[in-house]
C-alpha cells in the first residue's frame, strides 16, 4: 500500500476547504476521488479545464472564458491547477458569498494581474461571456447589450470612469454591489428551462 499518502487527501487541505467553501468533508473527498480518477498526476491543466468547463456550456463557446477562470485560479501561476485551486475555482463560480466572489470576478478581468482593471480588459473578458451565450439567446438580448462591446461599453459605465482611467478592486466591487444590471453583467446564467 505504497500510495495511500498520496490518494488521501491531507487534513490542511481538508479543514482548508471546509473553511473556505460552503462544501462538507463527504463532498471534498467524493471530489478527490474523482480527481485522482481524471487527473492521475493531481494536477488541472488549461486544456482538461477546458473540457470540465465545456461541459456546463453544452450549446456554446466557452473556451475562452474557460482560459480567463483558469488564470484566475492558478494562484501560484505555474500553468496548472491543484485539487485545492480546483475546488475553490468550483465553488467560486458556483455559490460563495458576494464579496468572496466579487473579489473573484475581479481577477478574472485583471486580465494582466497588475492589481487594476481597464477597459480592455473588461471588453475581453465580455468578449469571452459573449461565447457561452447560445446564439438563439443572444439575438434576444437588450439593444444596449447585444454585442460584446456594448455590454463592455454598458458595464464600464456604472463605475464612472473615463475610458482610459483603470479601476481598483474595492471600486469595482463597490460599483458591482450598488448596481444589480452590473452584477448581471460580470457573469453569464444559463436560463433555467
Avoid at 476547504?17 to 476521488?33: A, M, V
Avoid at 470540465?52 to 456550456?57: D, E, G, L, P
Wanted: glycine share 4%; aromatic share 12%.
Amino acid at each position: 500500500m505504497g500510495n495511500t499518502t498520496s490518494s488521501a487527501l491531507s487534513k490542511e487541505i481538508l479543514e482548508d476547504l471546509k473553511l473556505s467553501t460552503k462544501f462538507t468533508e463527504n463532498e471534498i473527498c467524493q471530489w478527490y476521488e474523482n480527481f485522482q480518477k481524471q487527473c492521475p498526476t493531481g494536477r488541472i491543466t488549461p486544456e482538461e479545464f477546458e473540457q470540465i468547463y465545456a461541459r456546463f456550456f453544452p450549446d456554446s463557446d466557452a473556451k475562452s472564458y474557460a482560459r480567463h477562470v483558469f488564470r484566475s485560479f492558478d494562484t501560484n501561476d505555474d500553468g496548472t491547477l491543484d485539487f485545492k485551486e480546483y475546488i475553490i475555482a468550483l465553488h467560486m463560480t458556483s455559490t460563495g458569498k458576494t464579496t468572496r466572489k466579487l473579489e473573484w470576478a475581479f481577477s478574472l478581468f485583471d486580465v494582466d494581474k497588475n492589481g487594476y482593471i481597464n477597459k480592455t480588459e473588461v471588453t475581453e473578458i465580455c468578449q469571452a461571456i459573449f461565447k457561452l451565450i447560445p446564439k438563439e439567446e443572444q439575438s434576444k438580448l437588450p439593444e444596449d447589450e447585444n454585442t460584446p462591446e456594448k455590454r463592455a461599453n454598458k458595464l464600464w459605465a456604472y463605475f464612472e470612469k473615463k475610458d482610459n482611467e483603470r479601476l481598483a478592486e474595492g471600486e469595482f466591487i463597490k460599483g458591482v454591489i450598488e448596481n444589480d444590471n452590473a452584477m448581471r453583467l460580470i457573469h453569464y446564467e444559463p436560463i433555467k428551462q
